[in-house]
Protein backbone atom coordinates (compact mmCIF):
# COMPACT_ATOMS: atom_id res chain seq x y z
CA UNK A 1 0.00 0.00 0.00
CA UNK A 2 2.87 2.68 -1.21
CA UNK A 3 0.91 4.58 -3.96
CA UNK A 4 -1.66 6.58 -3.89
CA UNK A 5 -3.89 4.82 -5.66
CA UNK A 6 -3.58 2.34 -2.93
CA UNK A 7 -4.35 4.67 0.05
CA UNK A 8 -7.78 6.16 -2.07
CA UNK A 9 -8.93 2.56 -2.26
CA UNK A 10 -8.26 1.97 1.64
CA UNK A 11 -9.89 5.06 2.55
CA UNK A 12 -12.74 4.06 -0.16
CA UNK A 13 -13.00 0.31 1.77
CA UNK A 14 -13.09 1.87 5.08
CA UNK A 15 -15.86 4.79 4.59
CA UNK A 16 -17.88 2.35 2.67
CA UNK A 17 -17.52 -0.03 6.17
CA UNK A 18 -18.72 2.95 8.09
CA UNK A 19 -21.77 3.86 6.30
CA UNK A 20 -22.24 0.18 6.75
CA UNK A 21 -23.38 0.35 10.14
CA UNK A 22 -24.76 -2.12 11.20
CA UNK A 23 -24.42 -4.24 8.53
CA UNK A 24 -26.89 -5.06 5.01
CA UNK A 25 -29.03 -7.49 7.29
CA UNK A 26 -29.25 -5.00 10.54
CA UNK A 27 -30.15 -2.21 7.64
CA UNK A 28 -32.80 -4.35 6.38
CA UNK A 29 -34.55 -5.30 9.49
CA UNK A 30 -35.05 -1.73 10.29
CA UNK A 31 -36.36 -0.74 6.46
CA UNK A 32 -38.85 -4.36 7.29
CA UNK A 33 -39.94 -2.85 10.42
CA UNK A 34 -41.23 0.27 9.14
CA UNK A 35 -38.54 2.73 9.51
CA UNK A 36 -35.35 4.92 7.28
CA UNK A 37 -32.09 4.06 8.49
CA UNK A 38 -29.91 6.65 9.56
CA UNK A 39 -28.39 7.84 6.49
CA UNK A 40 -31.70 7.96 4.81
CA UNK A 41 -33.78 9.74 7.07
CA UNK A 42 -30.89 12.60 6.52
CA UNK A 43 -30.64 11.68 2.58
CA UNK A 44 -34.64 12.64 3.15
CA UNK A 45 -33.99 16.17 5.00
CA UNK A 46 -31.41 17.84 3.82
CA UNK A 47 -30.98 18.96 0.14
CA UNK A 48 -29.51 16.57 -2.27
CA UNK A 49 -25.56 16.69 -1.90
CA UNK A 50 -25.10 19.46 0.63
CA UNK A 51 -24.02 16.84 3.51
CA UNK A 52 -20.85 17.20 5.08
CA UNK A 53 -20.36 14.40 7.70
CA UNK A 54 -17.81 14.74 10.69
CA UNK A 55 -16.80 12.12 12.69
CA UNK A 56 -17.12 8.89 10.33
CA UNK A 57 -14.44 7.11 11.69
CA UNK A 58 -14.77 7.97 15.16
CA UNK A 59 -14.28 4.66 17.63
CA UNK A 60 -14.88 4.31 21.50
CA UNK A 61 -12.50 3.77 23.89
CA UNK A 62 -13.84 1.14 26.15
CA UNK A 63 -12.77 -2.05 26.86
CA UNK A 64 -14.71 -3.89 29.41
CA UNK A 65 -17.60 -6.50 28.78
CA UNK A 66 -16.55 -7.33 25.69
CA UNK A 67 -15.96 -3.80 24.08
CA UNK A 68 -12.14 -4.21 23.84
CA UNK A 69 -11.31 -4.51 19.95
CA UNK A 70 -15.28 -4.39 18.93
CA UNK A 71 -16.05 -2.19 16.23
CA UNK A 72 -18.90 0.50 16.10
CA UNK A 73 -19.08 2.13 12.75
CA UNK A 74 -19.56 5.88 13.37
CA UNK A 75 -19.86 5.01 17.06
CA UNK A 76 -23.86 4.68 16.18
CA UNK A 77 -24.25 8.31 15.29
CA UNK A 78 -24.12 10.01 12.14
CA UNK A 79 -23.60 13.82 12.80
CA UNK A 80 -22.52 16.84 10.02
CA UNK A 81 -23.72 19.66 8.60
CA UNK A 82 -25.95 20.39 5.51
CA UNK A 83 -28.66 22.65 3.35
CA UNK A 84 -32.07 22.24 4.09
CA UNK A 85 -34.06 24.29 1.82
CA UNK A 86 -31.27 26.36 1.35
CA UNK A 87 -30.35 26.83 4.48
CA UNK A 88 -27.36 26.11 6.96
CA UNK A 89 -28.62 22.91 9.55
CA UNK A 90 -26.73 20.78 11.99
CA UNK A 91 -27.73 17.34 12.77
CA UNK A 92 -27.05 13.84 14.45
CA UNK A 93 -28.69 11.04 13.19
CA UNK A 94 -28.81 8.11 15.99
CA UNK A 95 -27.92 4.32 13.67
CA UNK A 96 -29.88 1.81 15.93
CA UNK A 97 -28.53 -0.98 13.30
CA UNK A 98 -24.97 0.31 15.37
CA UNK A 99 -25.78 -1.44 18.82
CA UNK A 100 -29.32 -0.29 19.14
CA UNK A 101 -27.83 3.23 19.22
CA UNK A 102 -26.90 3.12 22.19
CA UNK A 103 -25.17 6.21 23.59
CA UNK A 104 -21.49 5.47 24.87
CA UNK A 105 -18.73 8.59 25.36
CA UNK A 106 -17.72 9.27 21.82
CA UNK A 107 -21.77 8.54 20.77
CA UNK A 108 -22.12 11.68 22.44
CA UNK A 109 -19.52 13.80 22.28
CA UNK A 110 -19.97 13.80 18.74
CA UNK A 111 -23.36 14.97 19.37
CA UNK A 112 -22.52 17.63 21.63
CA UNK A 113 -19.60 18.65 19.25
CA UNK A 114 -21.73 19.07 16.18
CA UNK A 115 -24.40 20.96 18.20
CA UNK A 116 -21.47 23.47 19.54
CA UNK A 117 -20.85 24.35 15.76
CA UNK A 118 -24.42 25.10 15.15
CA UNK A 119 -24.02 27.85 17.99
CA UNK A 120 -20.66 28.73 16.42
CA UNK A 121 -22.69 29.14 12.92
CA UNK A 122 -25.70 30.04 14.33
CA UNK A 123 -27.70 27.10 12.80
CA UNK A 124 -30.56 25.29 13.67
CA UNK A 125 -29.95 22.02 15.19
CA UNK A 126 -31.56 18.39 14.48
CA UNK A 127 -31.75 15.52 16.36
CA UNK A 128 -32.73 12.52 15.14
CA UNK A 129 -33.25 9.67 17.87
CA UNK A 130 -33.46 5.83 17.29
CA UNK A 131 -31.66 4.75 20.45
CA UNK A 132 -31.99 1.53 23.10
CA UNK A 133 -30.20 4.56 25.71
CA UNK A 134 -27.06 4.50 27.72
CA UNK A 135 -24.19 2.46 26.00
CA UNK A 136 -23.92 0.36 29.85
CA UNK A 137 -20.83 -1.10 29.03
CA UNK A 138 -19.18 2.00 29.54
CA UNK A 139 -20.53 3.09 32.99
CA UNK A 140 -20.21 6.41 34.01
CA UNK A 141 -18.95 7.33 30.88
CA UNK A 142 -21.93 7.25 29.05
CA UNK A 143 -23.62 9.14 31.41
CA UNK A 144 -21.36 11.66 31.52
CA UNK A 145 -21.54 12.23 27.74
CA UNK A 146 -25.56 12.55 28.23
CA UNK A 147 -24.18 15.57 30.58
CA UNK A 148 -22.57 16.62 27.76
CA UNK A 149 -25.48 17.12 25.23
CA UNK A 150 -27.72 18.01 27.98
CA UNK A 151 -25.18 21.14 29.33
CA UNK A 152 -25.04 21.81 25.01
CA UNK A 153 -29.02 21.81 24.84
CA UNK A 154 -29.18 24.90 27.69
CA UNK A 155 -26.88 26.70 25.69
CA UNK A 156 -28.47 26.55 22.52
CA UNK A 157 -31.76 27.21 23.71
CA UNK A 158 -33.07 30.65 22.80
CA UNK A 159 -30.03 31.44 20.61
CA UNK A 160 -30.86 28.54 17.29
CA UNK A 161 -33.61 26.63 17.08
CA UNK A 162 -33.73 23.11 18.40
CA UNK A 163 -35.66 20.45 16.87
CA UNK A 164 -35.65 16.34 18.25
CA UNK A 165 -37.27 14.21 15.66
CA UNK A 166 -38.11 10.61 17.69
CA UNK A 167 -38.03 7.76 15.29
CA UNK A 168 -37.31 4.52 17.56
CA UNK A 169 -37.14 4.09 21.27
CA UNK A 170 -35.28 6.98 23.07
CA UNK A 171 -35.75 5.67 27.39
CA UNK A 172 -34.08 6.45 30.40
CA UNK A 173 -31.76 9.68 30.52
CA UNK A 174 -31.42 10.31 26.62
CA UNK A 175 -35.27 11.47 26.65
CA UNK A 176 -34.18 14.84 28.60
CA UNK A 177 -32.38 16.65 25.83
CA UNK A 178 -35.57 16.06 23.36
CA UNK A 179 -37.16 17.49 26.29
CA UNK A 180 -34.75 20.25 26.25
CA UNK A 181 -35.17 20.77 22.53
CA UNK A 182 -38.04 23.55 21.02
CA UNK A 183 -39.88 21.43 19.06
CA UNK A 184 -40.41 17.41 19.25
CA UNK A 185 -41.62 15.31 16.53
CA UNK A 186 -42.66 11.65 17.44
CA UNK A 187 -43.59 9.03 14.91
CA UNK A 188 -46.01 6.50 15.63
CA UNK A 189 -43.34 3.58 15.40
CA UNK A 190 -41.24 5.47 18.50
CA UNK A 191 -41.09 5.78 22.26
CA UNK A 192 -40.36 8.57 24.47
CA UNK A 193 -40.33 7.50 28.69
CA UNK A 194 -37.95 7.67 31.60
CA UNK A 195 -38.60 4.86 33.18
CA UNK A 196 -40.03 1.86 30.57
CA UNK A 197 -43.34 -0.84 31.51
CA UNK A 198 -40.93 -3.58 33.21
CA UNK A 199 -39.54 -1.13 35.58
CA UNK A 200 -42.78 0.37 36.29
CA UNK A 201 -44.04 -3.22 37.07
CA UNK A 202 -41.95 -3.90 39.68
CA UNK A 203 -41.86 -0.79 41.49
CA UNK A 204 -45.50 0.43 41.03
CA UNK A 205 -47.48 -2.90 40.13
CA UNK A 206 -48.56 -1.18 37.57
CA UNK A 207 -49.44 -2.50 34.13
CA UNK A 208 -48.61 -1.14 31.06
CA UNK A 209 -47.51 -1.62 27.36
CA UNK A 210 -45.03 0.82 25.94
CA UNK A 211 -47.38 2.82 23.54
CA UNK A 212 -49.44 3.10 26.25
CA UNK A 213 -46.63 4.55 28.45
CA UNK A 214 -44.59 6.53 25.99
CA UNK A 215 -46.40 6.40 22.37
CA UNK A 216 -47.34 9.69 20.15
CA UNK A 217 -51.08 9.61 21.61
CA UNK A 218 -49.91 9.51 25.31
CA UNK A 219 -47.51 12.42 25.14
CA UNK A 220 -49.77 14.39 22.56
CA UNK A 221 -53.15 14.07 24.73
CA UNK A 222 -51.98 13.46 28.23
CA UNK A 223 -48.05 14.67 29.30
CA UNK A 224 -48.10 17.42 26.59
CA UNK A 225 -43.97 16.59 25.77
CA UNK A 226 -44.97 16.61 22.22
CA UNK A 227 -45.35 18.74 19.98
CA UNK A 228 -46.26 16.78 16.50
CA UNK A 229 -47.36 13.12 15.51
CA UNK A 230 -45.67 11.89 12.40
CA UNK A 231 -47.31 8.63 11.29
CA UNK A 232 -43.76 7.52 9.80
CA UNK A 233 -40.13 8.64 9.65
CA UNK A 234 -40.98 10.39 5.50
CA UNK A 235 -43.93 12.62 8.09
CA UNK A 236 -41.80 13.72 10.41
CA UNK A 237 -39.08 14.84 7.95
CA UNK A 238 -41.78 16.63 6.48
CA UNK A 239 -43.43 17.94 9.65
CA UNK A 240 -39.49 19.02 10.18
CA UNK A 241 -38.65 20.69 6.67
CA UNK A 242 -41.99 22.43 7.10
CA UNK A 243 -41.15 23.72 10.83
CA UNK A 244 -37.84 24.83 9.72
CA UNK A 245 -39.40 26.86 6.74
CA UNK A 246 -41.10 29.33 9.36
CA UNK A 247 -38.02 30.04 12.01
CA UNK A 248 -35.25 32.23 11.37
CA UNK A 249 -31.76 30.20 11.71
CA UNK A 250 -30.79 32.29 15.35
CA UNK A 251 -32.03 35.09 17.56
CA UNK A 252 -30.28 37.21 15.36
CA UNK A 253 -31.99 36.80 12.62
CA UNK A 254 -35.46 37.47 11.75
CA UNK A 255 -37.91 35.08 10.15
CA UNK A 256 -37.74 34.12 6.89
CA UNK A 257 -40.03 36.47 4.28
CA UNK A 258 -41.11 35.02 1.54
CA UNK A 259 -43.35 36.27 -1.46
CA UNK A 260 -46.07 35.27 0.16
CA UNK A 261 -50.23 36.67 -0.60
CA UNK A 262 -49.91 40.37 -0.33
CA UNK A 263 -53.48 40.53 -0.94
CA UNK A 264 -55.45 42.20 1.78
CA UNK A 265 -58.78 42.18 0.44
CA UNK A 266 -61.65 42.05 2.43
CA UNK A 267 -63.35 38.55 3.70
CA UNK A 268 -67.06 38.37 4.36
CA UNK A 269 -67.23 34.81 4.69
CA UNK A 270 -65.35 36.23 8.49
CA UNK A 271 -68.40 37.73 9.82
CA UNK A 272 -70.23 34.66 9.86
CA UNK A 273 -67.64 32.20 11.54
CA UNK A 274 -68.20 34.27 14.77
CA UNK A 275 -71.98 33.42 16.23
CA UNK A 276 -73.29 36.80 18.18
CA UNK A 277 -74.36 34.57 20.87
CA UNK A 278 -71.85 34.01 23.36
CA UNK A 279 -72.55 30.70 24.10
CA UNK A 280 -72.38 29.36 21.61
CA UNK A 281 -69.23 27.49 19.95
CA UNK A 282 -67.22 27.75 16.85
CA UNK A 283 -63.64 26.34 15.44
CA UNK A 284 -61.40 29.49 15.84
CA UNK A 285 -59.03 27.17 13.53
CA UNK A 286 -61.42 28.56 10.69
CA UNK A 287 -61.20 32.25 11.85
CA UNK A 288 -57.18 32.05 11.54
CA UNK A 289 -57.41 30.44 8.11
CA UNK A 290 -59.59 33.59 6.94
CA UNK A 291 -56.70 35.79 8.01
CA UNK A 292 -53.50 34.40 7.27
CA UNK A 293 -51.74 33.51 4.03
CA UNK A 294 -53.31 30.66 2.03
CA UNK A 295 -55.23 29.28 4.97
CA UNK A 296 -51.90 27.86 5.97
CA UNK A 297 -51.48 27.25 9.26
CA UNK A 298 -48.81 24.79 11.45
CA UNK A 299 -50.52 24.15 14.46
CA UNK A 300 -48.29 23.41 17.23
CA UNK A 301 -49.41 20.55 20.11
CA UNK A 302 -53.01 19.96 18.19
CA UNK A 303 -54.01 17.20 20.54
CA UNK A 304 -53.12 18.97 23.96
CA UNK A 305 -54.99 21.26 25.98
CA UNK A 306 -57.21 21.73 23.07
CA UNK A 307 -58.88 25.14 24.96
CA UNK A 308 -56.19 27.01 23.28
CA UNK A 309 -54.75 26.91 19.95
CA UNK A 310 -51.32 28.03 18.73
CA UNK A 311 -49.10 27.54 15.57
CA UNK A 312 -46.66 29.40 13.20
CA UNK A 313 -48.62 31.08 9.89
CA UNK A 314 -47.36 33.79 7.79
CA UNK A 315 -49.31 37.61 7.00
CA UNK A 316 -47.71 39.23 3.66
CA UNK A 317 -45.01 36.09 3.50
CA UNK A 318 -43.51 36.97 7.26
CA UNK A 319 -43.74 34.38 9.76
CA UNK A 320 -46.13 34.95 12.57
CA UNK A 321 -46.82 32.79 15.60
CA UNK A 322 -50.68 32.55 16.54
CA UNK A 323 -52.30 32.45 19.74
CA UNK A 324 -56.09 31.49 20.25
CA UNK A 325 -58.62 30.88 22.33
CA UNK A 326 -60.61 27.59 21.35
CA UNK A 327 -64.68 27.86 21.84
CA UNK A 328 -65.26 24.49 20.37
CA UNK A 329 -63.27 23.03 23.66
CA UNK A 330 -64.96 24.01 27.35
CA UNK A 331 -65.87 27.26 25.71
CA UNK A 332 -62.11 28.56 24.94
CA UNK A 333 -61.35 28.95 29.12
CA UNK A 334 -58.26 29.18 30.31
CA UNK A 335 -57.10 26.21 32.75
CA UNK A 336 -53.70 24.46 33.57
CA UNK A 337 -52.60 23.12 30.44
CA UNK A 338 -53.57 25.47 28.09
CA UNK A 339 -51.76 28.27 29.91
CA UNK A 340 -48.34 26.40 30.11
CA UNK A 341 -49.08 25.67 26.22
CA UNK A 342 -49.58 28.88 25.62
CA UNK A 343 -46.91 30.54 27.68
CA UNK A 344 -44.03 27.95 26.18
CA UNK A 345 -45.12 28.69 22.79
CA UNK A 346 -45.00 32.77 23.63
CA UNK A 347 -41.41 32.72 24.88
CA UNK A 348 -40.27 30.46 21.80
CA UNK A 349 -41.99 33.46 19.27
CA UNK A 350 -40.06 35.92 21.61
CA UNK A 351 -36.70 34.36 21.29
CA UNK A 352 -36.80 34.35 17.68
CA UNK A 353 -38.42 37.03 16.72
CA UNK A 354 -41.40 35.82 15.73
CA UNK A 355 -44.04 38.47 15.69
CA UNK A 356 -47.44 37.34 17.98
CA UNK A 357 -50.92 37.50 17.01
CA UNK A 358 -53.76 36.74 19.58
CA UNK A 359 -57.47 35.80 18.54
CA UNK A 360 -59.59 36.23 22.22
CA UNK A 361 -62.57 34.50 22.86
CA UNK A 362 -62.38 33.44 26.13
CA UNK A 363 -64.78 33.17 29.04
CA UNK A 364 -62.17 32.75 32.48
CA UNK A 365 -59.67 30.90 34.19
CA UNK A 366 -61.34 27.27 34.66
CA UNK A 367 -62.91 27.30 38.21
CA UNK A 368 -62.46 23.90 40.09
CA UNK A 369 -60.79 22.00 43.52
CA UNK A 370 -58.61 20.65 40.99
CA UNK A 371 -57.63 23.74 39.23
CA UNK A 372 -56.57 25.77 42.15
CA UNK A 373 -54.77 22.41 44.01
CA UNK A 374 -53.11 22.00 40.97
CA UNK A 375 -51.80 25.38 40.87
CA UNK A 376 -53.66 27.45 38.52
CA UNK A 377 -52.56 30.59 40.00
CA UNK A 378 -48.77 29.83 39.25
CA UNK A 379 -49.51 27.85 36.12
CA UNK A 380 -51.78 31.02 34.82
CA UNK A 381 -49.08 33.73 35.91
CA UNK A 382 -46.79 32.13 33.41
CA UNK A 383 -49.05 33.28 30.46
CA UNK A 384 -49.12 36.51 32.16
CA UNK A 385 -45.26 36.53 32.51
CA UNK A 386 -44.66 35.06 28.45
CA UNK A 387 -46.84 38.25 27.37
CA UNK A 388 -45.54 40.70 29.79
CA UNK A 389 -42.17 39.73 28.71
CA UNK A 390 -42.22 39.39 25.22
CA UNK A 391 -40.90 42.12 23.29
CA UNK A 392 -41.74 41.44 19.73
CA UNK A 393 -44.85 42.94 17.86
CA UNK A 394 -47.79 41.87 19.98
CA UNK A 395 -50.74 42.07 18.03
CA UNK A 396 -54.55 41.38 19.61
CA UNK A 397 -57.91 40.69 18.10
CA UNK A 398 -60.47 40.33 20.68
CA UNK A 399 -63.19 38.12 18.93
CA UNK A 400 -66.04 38.03 21.34
CA UNK A 401 -65.86 37.21 25.18
CA UNK A 402 -62.63 38.84 27.17
CA UNK A 403 -63.87 38.44 30.64
CA UNK A 404 -62.07 39.06 33.87
CA UNK A 405 -58.44 37.82 34.53
CA UNK A 406 -58.41 35.74 31.64
CA UNK A 407 -59.15 39.14 29.12
CA UNK A 408 -56.01 40.38 30.69
CA UNK A 409 -53.91 37.12 30.16
CA UNK A 410 -54.85 36.98 26.84
CA UNK A 411 -52.02 39.87 25.99
CA UNK A 412 -54.47 43.08 26.83
CA UNK A 413 -53.06 46.24 26.12
CA UNK A 414 -52.09 46.72 29.78
CA UNK A 415 -49.29 43.89 29.46
CA UNK A 416 -48.11 45.41 26.14
CA UNK A 417 -49.91 44.81 23.37
CA UNK A 418 -48.71 46.96 20.17
CA UNK A 419 -52.21 47.01 19.19
CA UNK A 420 -55.46 45.59 19.82
CA UNK A 421 -58.71 45.51 17.77
CA UNK A 422 -61.85 44.55 18.35
CA UNK A 423 -64.82 42.93 16.59
CA UNK A 424 -68.31 44.79 17.22
CA UNK A 425 -69.00 41.17 18.69
CA UNK A 426 -66.40 41.68 21.66
CA UNK A 427 -67.48 41.95 25.31
CA UNK A 428 -64.89 42.98 27.67
CA UNK A 429 -65.77 42.99 31.32
CA UNK A 430 -64.97 41.80 34.57
CA UNK A 431 -67.67 39.12 33.72
CA UNK A 432 -70.56 37.90 31.40
CA UNK A 433 -73.88 40.26 32.09
CA UNK A 434 -75.97 37.48 33.93
CA UNK A 435 -73.24 36.79 36.21
CA UNK A 436 -72.46 40.45 36.82
CA UNK A 437 -76.04 41.02 37.75
CA UNK A 438 -76.72 38.49 39.91
CA UNK A 439 -73.80 40.66 42.24
CA UNK A 440 -74.39 44.05 41.25
CA UNK A 441 -77.93 44.20 41.40
CA UNK A 442 -78.82 40.83 43.67
CA UNK A 443 -80.68 42.49 46.94
CA UNK A 444 -82.71 45.02 44.36
CA UNK A 445 -83.86 41.54 42.35
CA UNK A 446 -84.83 39.76 45.38
CA UNK A 447 -86.99 42.76 46.63
CA UNK A 448 -88.44 43.06 43.47
CA UNK A 449 -92.23 42.32 42.85
CA UNK A 450 -91.34 40.36 40.07
CA UNK A 451 -87.81 38.88 40.50
CA UNK A 452 -87.17 37.57 36.98
CA UNK A 453 -88.51 40.66 35.02
CA UNK A 454 -86.00 42.67 36.94
CA UNK A 455 -83.08 40.49 36.62
CA UNK A 456 -83.81 40.17 32.73
CA UNK A 457 -83.62 44.29 32.78
CA UNK A 458 -80.34 44.52 34.87
CA UNK A 459 -79.07 41.51 32.61
CA UNK A 460 -79.60 43.55 29.42
CA UNK A 461 -78.87 47.30 31.27
CA UNK A 462 -75.40 45.51 32.19
CA UNK A 463 -74.49 44.10 28.86
CA UNK A 464 -75.83 47.38 27.33
CA UNK A 465 -73.30 49.37 29.36
CA UNK A 466 -70.44 47.13 29.71
CA UNK A 467 -70.79 43.59 27.29
CA UNK A 468 -69.20 45.79 24.31
CA UNK A 469 -65.99 47.01 23.18
CA UNK A 470 -66.75 50.41 23.08
CA UNK A 471 -65.87 51.46 26.77
CA UNK A 472 -62.44 49.80 26.45
CA UNK A 473 -62.07 51.72 23.10
CA UNK A 474 -63.23 54.81 24.53
CA UNK A 475 -60.17 54.05 27.59
CA UNK A 476 -57.79 53.90 24.94
CA UNK A 477 -57.82 50.20 25.77
CA UNK A 478 -58.48 49.15 22.41
CA UNK A 479 -57.30 51.06 19.58
CA UNK A 480 -59.81 50.11 16.78
CA UNK A 481 -63.15 48.31 16.23
CA UNK A 482 -63.15 46.82 13.13
CA UNK A 483 -65.59 44.92 10.84
CA UNK A 484 -64.77 41.49 10.34
CA UNK A 485 -64.08 40.91 7.11
CA UNK A 486 -61.08 43.70 7.25
CA UNK A 487 -59.03 42.01 10.25
CA UNK A 488 -56.44 40.37 7.09
CA UNK A 489 -55.86 44.05 6.42
CA UNK A 490 -55.23 45.48 9.78
CA UNK A 491 -53.36 42.95 10.84
CA UNK A 492 -51.15 42.87 7.95
CA UNK A 493 -50.94 46.55 8.11
CA UNK A 494 -50.09 46.71 12.00
CA UNK A 495 -47.20 44.17 11.20
CA UNK A 496 -45.91 46.47 8.43
CA UNK A 497 -46.08 49.30 10.96
CA UNK A 498 -44.29 47.43 14.02
CA UNK A 499 -41.39 46.01 11.54
CA UNK A 500 -38.92 48.12 13.13
CA UNK A 501 -40.16 47.96 16.69
CA UNK A 502 -37.65 47.55 19.68
CA UNK A 503 -38.77 48.16 23.41
CA UNK A 504 -35.82 47.97 25.48
CA UNK A 505 -36.17 46.47 29.44
CA UNK A 506 -34.25 46.82 32.57
CA UNK A 507 -30.83 45.08 32.49
CA UNK A 508 -30.81 41.72 34.36
CA UNK A 509 -29.38 38.46 34.42
CA UNK A 510 -33.06 36.86 33.54
CA UNK A 511 -36.66 37.17 34.79
CA UNK A 512 -37.63 34.67 37.25
CA UNK A 513 -40.89 32.84 35.29
CA UNK A 514 -43.14 30.90 38.09
CA UNK A 515 -42.11 27.81 36.87
Request: aromatic share 6%.
Amino acid sequence: MNTMQDKIADLQRRRAAAELGGGADRLDKQRQAGKLTARERIAALVDPDSFDETGLFAAHRATLFGMAGKSLPADGVVTGAAAVGGRLVHLASQDFTVAGGSAGETHSEKVADIMHMALKTGSPFVFINDSGGARVQEGIDSLSGYGKVFHANVLLSGVVPQISLICGPCAGGAAYSPALTDFIIQTRQAQLFITGPQVIRQVTGEKVTADQLGGPDAHMLHSGVIHFIAEDDAHAVMLCKKLLSFLPANNLEDPPQIEGDRRVEANPALAAMVPVEARQGYDVRNVIAGIVDFADFLEVQAGFAANIVVGFARISGGTVGIVANQPLVQAGVLDIDASDKAARFIRFCNAFNIPLVTFVDVPGFLPGVKQEYGGIIRHGAKLLFAYSSATVPKITVILRKAYGGAYVAMCSKDLGADRVFAWPTAEIAVMGAEGAAEIVFRKEIDEADKPDEKRRERIREYRETFSNPYVAAERRLVDAVIEPALTRRHVAQALEYLRTKREPRPHKKHGLSPL
